[in-house]
């Protein structure tokens, strides 16, 4: 798995890259962490070059979405393949996570979320 981080305007973008399973969820987990630990409130993950994820993975975006929760931000989750949404629906997470169908729609529903003060509250696992 290949992870690569930058930044539009104030918003984090990550992007990810092959799988996410029980041995690359915890390089996934640590750098959605280092960036909370920075200071992100609204962090956008592109998953369009994700091909699998696992419940280690899933349970590693879920623990950071909580932190952000904490602190009235949000993840956003944009692109993912069909196996990967489902996912997230199998693991009845789908409600409680946002989704966009590009990392443009994803950077607009994170703007109209920090307008209207959006934040539902974190999932429990």
Known sequence: MD???SKNEEID???VKGEVDLYSAP???ESLLSLVEKGAQWILIDLRRVSYIDSSGLAAIIEVL???KDRKGDIIL???ASN???AFRIARLDEAVSFADD???GLKQI???KKGGEVSDPPSL
Do not use: G, H, Q, T
Request: hydrophobic letters at 45%; one cysteine or more; glycine letters at 0%.
């Open 3 to 5: 992870i690569r981080l």
């Open 103 to 105: 990392v443009a729609a």
């Open 84 to 86: 990967v949404r489902s």
């Open 78 to 80: 944009c692109s993912p």
């Open 111 to 113: 703007a109209e979320k």
């Open 27 to 29: 390089k996934l987990k």
């Open 13 to 15: 973008v990550v992007e």
């Open 66 to 68: 909580r932190k952000l």
